[in-house]
């Protein structure tokens, strides 16, 4: 099947699915739509996820949308599209606020982290921004002001001017929440000064209607004057007032021009912006939360007006919406009192107060019973801690033993270093004897060789006659000569050859003349080679095994320590810390 042919079919499946008003129909058209895509790759396959992502939207069928969503994710993955995985991921996010079900939204943080990493700030800013609103609807505004501050110094820190702007709605708006109006003032500003600089979004517009809100509440109004222009400029030009989508942008520019022109005296004005606030309000279906905020609006313009009557009915008529909201009933219940007493009716401000008294005792009993409940929370929150009380004890039992454990190992370390370090003095005590001794023989003209490696004159040689002298001094040369004794395969075969004369022999002259085989000279020889290449090298030892002859660096391990009482490892531990050995020579 073509391509051009596979999108027909598509389309076709459609226009079926739109026409056909049944849910039966609709869905087998989207089943039928799946059979098509193993034939799908690229572009037409994520249109086609897109499509049907949708359908099942339309259905309000929420797991079977986020199910495809999760699947359209895993395609886009496959792709390594970058790109297509982070639209993806937000039209998973959108899917979950859309129902209602961000509780169970548990990709949050990765999408978050997505986003980050790969630095697709708007969405990473966005989202952020919506998870603090989750947070304030969950009753954790407190937290989610440390979040929002939080994620203002990570702009800041990253200098990104779309972060610095979000995060100080954010503050803001939860400092809106918290009654503190000067800080909502002061960051709905910079929210608004940061945000403008940046593509359009609809934060921005929360922002201008947070801080046109503050600025009139707090007699700032020429300054709400100059932000309701500039809002409504932005309005204006990419909100049309007709098309149904921006109705909740333009009724809350509404709202708050009507408060600043009610507060400014200025009715006329007010009662325009009113009736087009009541006007968007209905082309939003008028839910309870609208009319709440159009019939408060509507009562503070007739309470400063002077009209009292209307102002008592338009509280009436508040008290619909609000019902079951004791806190926001007893404000009401109070407002209604005041303005009965300013238009001269005692009877309705005695009436008032009365059912205020009495919703005020309802309320308290409420709350009482809210507390019970806490106190009973307590109660078992703190009985399971008592349960738990024991097993914690054992854990801080065995901590302590631990801790015992730790001390030991820890003093037997320790005694160890101070062992090492002692050997390692002796060991460099004795090179500085042999340096001076190396002096006072060159001083008396004492002929002796001059390398640096073990010396055959330090036996007892008494007993040994010339030729056993010259022999083993010729094998001394024969090892020495370009460090035949670092080869590992050097033995006693090639060594009688090398030097003319038979193993017995040889044997017995290394006993006479240096009381050793010489196969001890050699590892002697070796051992020297490997301590000098530990002080001046920073090979692996492994390695300086090998350099120094030997074939396994566990037989190098095993003689080093035999002959210094030290391993290898501590001993370049010891040269390592630069201790001033040479001091300590002298004591």
């Given at each position: 099947m073509c391509l051009s042919a596979k999108f027909i079919l598509i389309y076709c499946f459609f226009a079926a699915l739109l026409a056909a008003p049944a849910a039966a129909q609709t869905q087998t058209a989207v089943d039928s739509l799946r059979a098509l895509f193993p034939s799908?790759?690229?572009?037409?396959?994520?249109?086609?996820?897109?499509?049907?992502?949708?359908?099942?939207?339309?259905?309000?069928?929420?797991?079977?949308?986020?199910?495809?969503?999760?699947?359209?994710?895993?395609?886009?993955?496959?792709?390594?599209?970058?790109?297509?995985?982070?639209?993806?991921?937000?039209?998973?996010?959108?899917?979950?606020?859309?129902?209602?079900?961000?509780?169970?939204?548990?990709?949050?943080e990765e999408d978050m982290d997505f986003w980050r990493e790969h630095e697709y700030w708007d969405k990473y800013f966005y989202g952020h921004t919506a998870h603090l609103q989750m947070m304030i609807l969950g009753g954790e505004t407190e937290k989610a002001l440390a979040e929002a501050h939080k994620q203002y110094d990570f702009a800041k820190s990253r200098n990104l001017n779309l972060g610095m702007g979000?995060?100080?709605?954010?503050?803001?708006?939860?400092?809106?929440?918290?009654?503190?109006?000067?800080?909502?003032?002061?960051?709905?500003?910079?929210?608004?000064?940061?945000?403008?600089?940046?593509?359009?979004?609809?934060?921005?517009?929360?922002?201008?209607?947070?801080?046109?809100?503050?600025?009139?509440?707090?007699?700032?109004?020429d300054e709400a004057k100059v932000r309701l222009e500039e809002w409504k400029a932005i309005l204006v030009k990419n909100y049309p007032e007709q098309e149904a989508a921006n109705t909740t942008s333009w009724f809350n520019y509404s709202i708050d021009a009507s408060m600043l022109y009610t507060y400014l005296s200025q009715f006329e004005q007010a009662e325009?912006?009113?009736?087009?606030?009541?006007?968007?309000?209905?082309?939003?279906?008028?839910?309870?939360?609208?009319?709440?905020?159009?019939?408060?609006?509507?009562?503070?313009?007739?309470?400063?007006?002077?009209?009292?009557?209307?102002?008592l009915k338009t509280l009436d008529a508040i008290a619909v919406p609000i019902a079951g909201n004791g806190a926001a009933l007893m404000q009401l219940l109070q407002e209604k009192a005041e303005i009965a007493g300013k238009a001269g009716m005692p009877e309705l401000e005695?009436?008032?107060?009365?059912?205020?008294?009495?919703?005020?005792?309802?309320?308290?009993?409420?709350?009482?019973?809210?507390?019970?409940?806490?106190?009973?929370?307590?109660?078992?929150?703190?009985k399971h801690i008592l349960e738990k009380e024991r097993n914690r004890n054992y854990f801080i039992f065995a901590a302590i033993a631990c801790i015992l454990v730790l001390s030991g190992w820890i003093f037997h370390s320790r005694q160890m270093r101070r062992k090492n370090r002692g050997l390692y003095r002796q060991i460099k005590k004795q090179d500085r004897l042999a340096e001076e001794i190396e002096q006072m023989r060159q001083r008396y003209a004492i002929p002796v060789e001059t390398d640096n490696y073990p010396s055959l004159q330090n036996a007892d040689n008494k007993n040994a006659d010339e030729q056993q002298l010259q022999l083993s001094a010729?094998?001394?040369?024969?090892?020495?000569?370009?460090?035949?004794?670092?080869?590992?395969?050097?033995?006693?075969?090639?060594?009688?050859?090398?030097?003319?004369?038979?193993?017995?022999?040889?044997?017995?002259?290394m006993k006479a003349v240096a009381g050793q085989t010489p196969q001890d000279?050699?590892?002697?020889?070796?051992?020297?080679?490997?301590?000098?290449?530990?002080?001046?090298?920073?090979?692996?030892?492994?390695?300086?095994?090998?350099?120094?002859?030997?074939?396994?660096s566990r037989t190098f391990y095993r003689l080093f320590?035999?002959?210094?009482?030290?391993?290898?490892?501590?001993?370049?531990?010891?040269?390592?810390?630069?201790?001033?050995?040479?001091?300590?020579?002298?004591?």
């Open positions: 799908l790759e690229g572009q037409a396959k994520h249109d086609t996820y897109k499509q049907q992502t949708a359908a099942y939207g339309n259905m309000q069928d929420f797991d079977k949308q986020v199910a495809c969503c999760e699947e359209w994710l895993r395609y886009a993955r496959s792709q390594d599209d970058i790109g297509k995985e982070s639209l993806i991921r937000e039209e998973r996010r959108r899917i979950y606020l859309h129902h209602n079900r961000w509780s169970e939204y548990a990709s949050n979000t995060a100080a709605y954010s503050i803001g708006y939860i400092s809106l929440q918290l009654g503190q109006s000067e800080a909502t003032l002061t960051h709905s500003r910079e929210a608004v000064d940061r945000l403008k600089k940046e593509e359009l979004n609809p934060i921005l517009l929360e922002a201008y209607y947070a801080l046109c809100q503050m600025a009139t509440a707090t007699g700032h109004t325009k912006y009113l009736r087009d606030a009541e006007k968007f309000a209905l082309m939003m279906g008028n839910p309870p939360t609208i009319q709440y905020i159009v019939l408060s609006a509507w009562s503070e313009y007739y309470k400063l007006k002077g009209d009292y009557p209307n102002a005695a009436q008032t107060y009365k059912e205020l008294y009495h919703l005020a005792d309802s309320v308290q009993k409420v709350q009482m019973t809210a507390q019970l409940d806490e106190l009973r929370t307590v109660y078992e929150v703190d010729r094998l001394r040369e024969y090892l020495l000569a370009d460090k035949h004794f670092t080869n590992h395969d050097v033995d006693m075969s090639e060594l009688t050859t090398a030097l003319g004369t038979n193993r017995t022999y040889l044997f017995e002259a000279y050699i590892n002697a020889l070796r051992l020297e080679e490997a301590k000098r290449l530990l002080d001046t090298t920073d090979e692996l030892i492994e390695n300086i095994a090998e350099m120094s002859g030997y074939k396994t320590r035999e002959r210094y009482n030290i391993s290898p490892a501590e001993y370049r531990k010891m040269a390592g810390e630069k201790m001033s050995v040479s001091q300590d020579i002298y004591l």
